[in-house]
C-alpha cells in the first residue's frame, strides 16, 4: 500500500521514520511491526534517490543551448524596457488591426448592438488565453468609454472569471462600474463544437456589430469567422495557431498575424516600457535572423569541395548536436 | 490590495514554471504547480455551471430571442449531470462486485456512455461536417482574383490543389524527364517545402519571441491589463 504512494511532506516522513524505528525497537513480530518496516523501506528508497537527483547536479544537463538562447532573448527585452523607461524615443509601426477597435466598437455604438469577444478555447494556462484577455481588457474599457455593450461568451470557467475580473477593472477605470454586467461573461461549455453551436447561434440571433477573435482556436476557427462575415459584422482576429491563420485571413477584415497578436497589449497601453519591450523582441529577432543567416552559409562552405569544407562541417555537426541534446 | 497578491502569485508560479525544466530540484514544484492548477480549475467549473444555469434561467423567464434554446440546453444539462452523478446503468466493478456504484460513470453501457456515443458525438460531427461548406465560401472569396497579390494566390492555389490531386499527375505527366520539376505535383511540393515552410518558419519564431515579450511583461508585473484596464502598466 505505501510502496505505490509518494511521500511527500516532511512532517510525515519524519513521523513515519519515528514509527518505523519504533517498531524496530519495540514490536519485533507483529503485522504492524511488518508494516512498519515496509513503510521504513519506503522512506529510505525515497530519501536515496532525492540523494542521487541532488549529486546528478543543480542544472539540468542538455538544457544549456535554451537556457542560453531565454537569457539573451530576455537581456534584450529587459534592456529596451529599461531604456524606454529612461525616455529614449521609440518608433512603433502601426498595426491597422489594432487601429480599427475603436472603429469597430463606435460602430457597434452607432448601430445599437453588442460587441462580441472570444478568448480562444483553451484555459488560462495557455499564453494565448492570458494575451487574448489583456486585449480584452483593453476592448471593454473602450466599450464602457463608447457605452457599447460586451458579450464574452467563455468555453472554460476559469476563462470565464479571469475575464470578469478584466472587464470589471476596465468599467471601473473608465468610470462606468454602473454598466458592468457580469452575466454578459458567461461560460456555455468546454465541448468544442457545442460552444461553436452555441456562439453562431447568438451571432445570428443577436447580430453585434463587431466581433473578437483573439486567442487559441482550432478547427472553430472558420465557423466563426464565416458565420461573422454572414451577419455583416466588423471582425478582427488575432492568434498564435499558425494553422489557423488562413482561415482568419479569409474571413476577418483584419488579423493579427502570431506575434502581432501578443503584442497588441503592449500596443494598445502605449506605456513606454511595455513598447520597449516590443524593441527588445525586435531585437531578438535581428540576433535570430543574424544566426540563421551565419547558419546557411556555413553550411553552404560546408557543402563545397572547399579545403575548409571538413573543419566547418565539423563546427556545424558539434552545434548541431549541443542543440539538439 | 487583491492585485499586488494575485500578482504576486502569477510572477512566483510563473518564474517556478520557467525555471523548473533547468533546474532537477524545482521539476517537483513545477509539476506541483500543474496540479493545483487542474484543481483551482475544477473548482472554478462550479462557477462555470452556476453561471450556465443563471442566464439560461434568466433568458427563459425573459423570453428573449431563442429562449427555447435556453431551456433545450438546461434540460441537457440536468439530464446529464444526473446521469453521470447518479452512475444510472453503470455496470457493477468485477473488482469490488459487493459495492454499488463501483463501476465507472463512463464504462461501456452506461447510460452516461449512450448519451455521448450516440447523442454528443453525433452532433458534434455533425457540426464539425458544416466546416467542409465554411471552407468553400472562404475560399470563393480569398481566391477572387480582385488584385495582384490575390491574383498570386490564387495561381499558388490552383497549383497546390492540383498537384496534390490525380488530375495534375495526368494533366503533366507526359513532361519528359528533364522538365520533370514542371509537373504539377513537383511544384506542389516545392512550394510547399519551400515557400511555405519558409514563412509558416517566420511566423513561429516571431511566435516565441512573441511569448517571451508576453510572459516576461506579465511575470514582471508590467502589463497588468490581465486584471483590467485599470491595472494597466507599472
Same mark, same amino acid.
Request: no cysteine.
Given at each position: 500500500m505505501v510502496r505505490g504512494r509518494s511521500i511527500t511532506s516532511d512532517a510525515a516522513r519524519r513521523v513515519l521514520l519515528l514509527l518505523a524505528v519504533c517498531a524496530a525497537a519495540? #514490536?519485533? /513480530?507483529t503485522p504492524a511491526s511488518a508494516h512498519l518496516q515496509e513503510i521504513a523501506a519506503a522512506v529510505s528508497a525515497e530519501d536515496a534517490a532525492a540523494a542521487g537527483a541532488t549529486t546528478a547536479g543543480l542544472f539540468t544537463p542538455g538544457k544549456l543551448p535554451l537556457a542560453v538562447a531565454i537569457i539573451v532573448t530576455s537581456g534584450c527585452i529587459i534592456a529596451w524596457m529599461l531604456q524606454a523607461r529612461a525616455g529614449a524615443a521609440m518608433y512603433l509601426r502601426r498595426i491597422p488591426a489594432l487601429d480599427a477597435v475603436t472603429n469597430a466598437v463606435g460602430r457597434s455604438t452607432e448601430m445599437g448592438r453588442p460587441v462580441l469577444f472570444i478568448a480562444g478555447i483553451? &484555459?488560462? &494556462? $495557455?499564453i494565448q488565453t492570458v494575451a487574448g484577455i489583456t486585449v480584452l481588457s483593453h476592448v471593454a474599457k473602450t466599450t464602457a468609454e463608447y457605452d457599447a455593450t460586451i458579450e464574452v461568451p467563455t468555453s472554460r470557467s476559469l476563462v470565464m472569471e479571469a475575464a470578469r475580473e478584466a472587464v470589471r477593472g476596465s468599467y471601473q477605470a473608465a468610470g462606468r #462600474? &454602473? %454598466?458592468? $454586467? %457580469? /452575466? %454578459?461573461i458567461r461560460y456555455i461549455t468546454d465541448e468544442q463544437f457545442g460552444f461553436v453551436a452555441s456562439v453562431s447561434g447568438q451571432m445570428v440571433r443577436e447580430k453585434p456589430a463587431a466581433c473578437f477573435y483573439m486567442g487559441c482556436f482550432f478547427a472553430e476557427s472558420l465557423i466563426l469567422a464565416e458565420t461573422g462575415n454572414s451577419i455583416g459584422a466588423i471582425q478582427i482576429a488575432g492568434t498564435a495557431e499558425s494553422s489557423q491563420l488562413p482561415f482568419f485571413v479569409a474571413a476577418c477584415d483584419y488579423t493579427l498575424i502570431g506575434e502581432e497578436f501578443m503584442a497588441a497589449s503592449a500596443y494598445l497601453s502605449g506605456a513606454p516600457d511595455q513598447i520597449g519591450s516590443l524593441k527588445g523582441q525586435d531585437a531578438a529577432k535581428v540576433i535570430v535572423a543574424t544566426l540563421i543567416l551565419l547558419g546557411v552559409v556555413l553550411a553552404t562552405i560546408a557543402a563545397? $569541395?572547399?579545403?575548409q569544407s571538413e573543419a566547418v562541417s565539423r563546427v556545424l555537426e558539434s552545434v548541431k548536436g549541443a542543440l539538439g541534446s | 490590495m487583491m492585485r499586488i497578491v494575485a500578482m504576486a502569485i502569477a510572477s512566483i508560479a510563473g518564474l517556478v514554471m520557467l525555471l523548473s525544466p533547468f533546474f532537477p530540484d524545482l521539476e517537483s514544484v513545477g509539476a506541483q504547480s500543474s496540479e493545483i492548477f487542474n484543481v483551482i480549475a475544477a473548482i472554478a467549473f462550479i462557477l462555470g455551471a452556476g453561471s450556465l444555469v443563471k442566464v439560461n434561467l434568466s433568458r427563459i423567464g425573459r423570453r428573449d430571442a431563442g429562449w427555447g434554446y435556453a431551456l433545450v440546453t438546461l434540460l441537457c444539462f440536468a439530464i446529464t449531470l444526473i446521469v453521470g452523478l447518479g452512475k444510472i446503468g453503470v455496470p457493477p466493478n468485477p473488482q469490488f462486485a459487493a459495492t454499488p456504484w463501483a463501476g465507472e460513470k463512463d464504462a461501456a453501457g452506461s447510460a452516461f456512455a449512450w448519451i455521448y456515443e450516440f447523442v454528443l458525438t453525433p452532433i458534434t460531427s455533425t457540426m464539425f461536417a458544416l466546416l467542409a461548406f465554411y471552407v468553400a465560401s472562404a475560399a470563393f472569396r480569398a481566391f477572387r482574383a480582385k488584385n495582384r497579390e490575390a491574383m498570386l494566390l490564387l495561381g499558388t492555389a490552383f497549383i497546390v490543389l492540383l498537384g496534390r490531386t490525380f488530375a495534375g499527375v495526368w494533366l503533366t505527366g507526359g513532361l519528359p524527364e528533364w522538365a520533370s520539376g514542371l509537373r504539377l505535383e513537383n511544384l506542389s511540393m516545392f512550394i510547399m517545402q519551400v515557400f511555405n515552410t519558409a514563412g509558416n518558419r517566420a511566423i513561429i519564431i516571431g511566435i516565441a519571441l512573441g511569448v517571451t515579450a508576453t510572459s516576461l511583461r506579465i511575470l514582471l508585473g508590467i502589463d497588468r491589463s490581465w486584471m483590467g484596464a485599470g491595472g494597466g502598466s507599472a
Open positions: 519495540g #514490536f519485533h /513480530d483553451q &484555459d488560462m &494556462d $495557455n #462600474f &454602473d %454598466a458592468y $454586467n %457580469a /452575466d %454578459a563545397l $569541395n572547399v579545403p | -
